[in-house]
């Protein structure tokens, strides 16, 4: 049986989120295929196994406060060895390290910078285990919404407008509304899930709206909002990946935030699959989700996120390399929509994961 080391959690804003996701993961995994090996990561970058699959979170059901439960046993990944081997740091006998059971693959569900950037999948290949997910290059990049962007034209994908910001001196209101029109949205270059986003209509709640942005992040972006529908697509595959049936969301506010992603679940309408006047639309936004995919280097999986104007240009916003799995969460929603049910698609990328490792593991590592 393969032992599929679940991680969760972590030092990010989305924290919470991850915990959401990983519950999901959990009780979707076939269990007559895989073993899970829970790995939580508290807020303090602390790594936690889990022995016991029915009392690793606290309060579950509740998005605002759910938590890691107390009791973990504190762990770390070798970051050598090419095994997976997991070593526990036991604090109650001076730090003596007490092995574990190997892992076979990663699945990483976090959320945000250190989990979602490149960060972890570095210790991963490091390691040398197998992992969900894009590898360092497309995380980071799927992680920088600046960079993000420069990439997707680079490549001829249309994109919003936009301005990096490196401090909130450099903003002038005057010049932004100018150039963009109102209102602006403001939103950290690297964050995701919304947090430290804000619509803005005038000078005094840009002066706020960078304040919180620049909270999460040393770059911040100023874009123009475009006016129209929220349309969502995802990706699956490595070398020859497929996009999901389209689907939009329907906020019930200004704008897609945190809590209509993760907390009400009447915070947005999802229409699935998305409905269009010209039936040409669906083509061209798989076309540019698998385009954007592969412009960042992606692998394993990806959200897709574009604006529809409402003359029908499309815009690809950003790519989500690891979205939210949430029961409420559009990513797993739309492959349902498009054949592939929660267990097979979590089965299809820890199948993706251990493939691509297989044939990475074929490379020459030496010249001589």
């Known amino acids: 049986m393969i032992r599929v080391g679940i991680v969760f959690g972590g030092r990010s804003a989305e924290h919470e989120v991850s915990l959401q996701s990983a519950r999901n993961v959990v009780d979707a995994l076939d269990r007559n295929r895989y073993q899970a090996v829970l790995l939580g990561i508290d807020k303090q970058g602390r790594w936690l196994h889990y022995a016991d699959e029915s009392r690793f979170l606290e309060n579950a059901g509740d998005p605002k406060r759910i938590c890691l439960a107390p009791g973990g046993r504190p762990v770390t990944l070798l970051p050598w060895g090419n095994d997976g081997r997991l070593v526990a740091l036991d604090p109650d006998s001076g730090n003596e390290e007490a092995p574990l059971p190997q892992v076979d693959v990663i699945f990483p569900v976090l959320h945000g910078p250190l989990g979602e950037d490149g960060t972890i999948q570095g210790l991963f290949r490091l390691a040398e285990v197998p992992f969900v997910g894009s590898g360092v290059l497309g995380s980071a990049a799927g992680m920088d919404k600046d960079a993000m962007k420069r990439l997707f034209v680079q490549a001829g994908i249309p994109v919003a407008p936009w301005r990096l910001l490196r401090s909130a001196e450099e903003a002038d209101f005057t010049s932004l509304s100018r150039e963009f029109g109102l209102p602006l949205f403001v939103k950290p270059a690297n964050m995701g899930s919304s947090v430290g986003v804000h619509r803005v209509f005038d000078r005094e709640a840009l002066e706020r709206a960078l304040k919180d942005a620049f909270r999460f992040d040393l770059k911040v972006l100023v874009e123009k909002a475009i006016p129209g529908r929220e349309i969502e697509c995802s990706v699956l595959g490595d070398q020859d990946p497929q996009a999901s049936v389209p689907g939009e969301i329907v906020p019930n506010a200004d704008f897609y935030s945190y809590e209509a992603k993760y907390v009400d679940e009447d915070g947005a309408q999802l229409i699935i699959p998305a409905r269009f006047s010209r039936p040409e639309l669906t083509g061209r ?84």
Request: glycine share 4%; with cysteine.
């Open 285 to 368: 936004i798989q076309d540019y989700a698998i385009r954007g995919f592969r412009a960042l280097c992606c692998r394993g999986l990806a959200r897709a996120d574009f604006f529809l104007s409402d003359d029908n240009e499309v815009f690809l916003n950003e790519l989500n390399t690891m979205p939210g799995f949430t029961r409420i969460s559009m990513y797993p929603k739309l492959w349902d929509a498009s054949g592939i049910p929660y267990p097979d698609l979590i089965h299809r990328l820890i199948q993706l994961a251990l493939t691509h490792h297989a044939r990475r593991s074929n490379l020459a590592t030496s010249y001589l």
